[in-house]
């Protein structure tokens, strides 16, 4: 799991790994190891997510499976224009 801007800055790092057959179940592993860093949780509620280069959008979380050795990349909003 690769995270962006203000992801990063508040897990305090710029990937981990995961172990999780849905982005849901990943994610939900982020909120138990990150549960000491409630501004990650919530920026997390803001984010955008890619798997594996594909943009998730507003598919359930739940329904969005992972592959082995695959990419979720946390991506936040972003100023400008």
Known sequence: MRFWAAAKAEAGTAEEPYEAATLAEALAAVHERHADRPRLLQ???????????????????????????????????????
């Open 43 to 81: 920026v997390l509620g803001h984010c955008s997510f890619l798997v594996d280069g594909e943009q998730v959008g507003a598919r359930d979380r739940a329904e969005v499976p992972l592959t082995e050795g695959g990419t979720v990349e946390v991506l936040p909003p972003f100023a400008g224009g």
